[in-house]
């Protein structure tokens, strides 16, 4: 059904433009048309990137877990404006390579896709690539940060912010290669205007939702205080389940670099795409075919990120251990 409907959402969109440009000659009417185009367009953008924008609140809602709790707007607020700025980049970019050399959008979105896998497989080979002893040490040095109210937690925090903004902006940049893909037979005004209106919808969803999940604890703790026993009763639930969430959340977080990672592999290699496309159109025709279908092109699309990272990684790792035995030596 999701389907069906996006295909006649884009069929009414071809449609659609085909009419503006039988009207260009009637200022006003184009002006309308032109604007409806661009709403209806905005929302197939928005619908097809629906799925990054999951993975993108999941990895977001992560990157403040550990963070003292007057801190988590402001570092919410920090990735945000990162967030826009990497847009802003993004987009008059998107543009001109669309423009001008369409053929690097594929290989730029690839090395994108392998960044996430990397940081995605690093995260799960954390244990294995750093000492317990370094790891305890840095637990315990941001307990003690958390807990004294002297320290700067601004300059802290740099870090986990530009992690994070580096994040945003491969997912950024598959967003806006997405809607791109979506209005590429508009006009350049058409493209502009669509390719903004995703740009600050996307952003400020995400991270309006993150700060809403990060604060959960603070409404619990709010509800709980109410005279209510209703109040209080939800208050104790809402505080009771926001570890569990944010737990899920960190986890979910890094299966999405995997996910949106190694989709945007198996989407630039064509014997890969055919591969798992043929793989999920067969599950397509189990009992419940759709879930099927979904489940089994998702999966291979997770293997192809987790493989992906695991051979970045390998690779990182030995380049900075020859690097080290080189510094040693001289």
């Not at 905005?42 to 977001?60: I, P, S």
């Not at 491969?170 to 006009?187: K, N």
């Not at 293997?303 to 900075?320: E, S």
């Amino acid at each position: 059904m999701a389907a069906g409907s996006l295909l006649a959402l884009l069929d009414d969109i071809a449609t659609i433009l085909d009419d503006v440009a039988l009207m260009t000659k009637v200022a006003a009417k184009k002006s309308a048309a032109m604007a409806d185009d661009v709403s209806v367009m905005t929302k197939v953008a928005a619908q097809k990137t629906a799925g990054v924008l999951g993975d993108d609140l999941a990895l977001n809602a992560q990157q403040v877990t550990g963070v003292r709790a007057e801190r988590e707007i402001p570092v919410v607020w920090a990735v945000a404006k990162g967030s826009m700025v990497n847009k802003a980049i993004l987009v008059p970019a998107a543009l001109l390579i669309s423009a001008f050399a369409p053929w690097a959008v594929t290989p730029l979105l690839m090395i994108g896709g392998a960044f996430l896998c990397f940081e995605g497989f690093e995260k799960i080979a954390h244990k294995f690539l750093h000492s317990e002893s370094k790891d305890e040490a840095e637990h315990e040095s941001r307990a003690q940060a958390n807990a004294n109210p002297a320290v700067d937690l601004v300059a802290m925090e740099k870090d986990k912010i530009k992690g994070a903004v580096r994040t945003d902006f491969i997912l950024s940049a598959e967003i806006i290669a997405i809607t791109l893909g979506t209005v590429a037979t508009a006009s350049f005004a058409q493209q502009v205007a669509v390719l903004v209106g995703i740009a600050v919808i996307m952003t400020i969803g995400v991270y309006g939702l993150v700060a809403g999940i990060v604060k959960l604890d603070d409404l619990g703790l709010w509800l709980n205080n109410k005279r209510s026993a209703v109040a209080k009763a939800l208050g104790t639930g809402i505080v009771n389940a926001a570890p569990w969430l944010m737990k899920f959340l960190s986890i979910a977080g890094t299966a999405a670099m995997f996910l949106v990672g190694g989709g945007i592999l198996v989407h630039g290699i064509p014997a890969l795409h055919h591969a798992v496309e043929g793989a999920g159109a067969a599950a397509g025709t189990w009992p419940a075919g759709a879930l099927w279908g979904g489940l089994i092109s998702n999966l291979l699309n997770a293997v192809v990120g987790i493989v992906a990272g695991g051979l970045v990684v390998a690779v990182v790792t030995a380049v900075q251990k020859m690097r080290g035995k080189g510094a040693a030596a001289h």
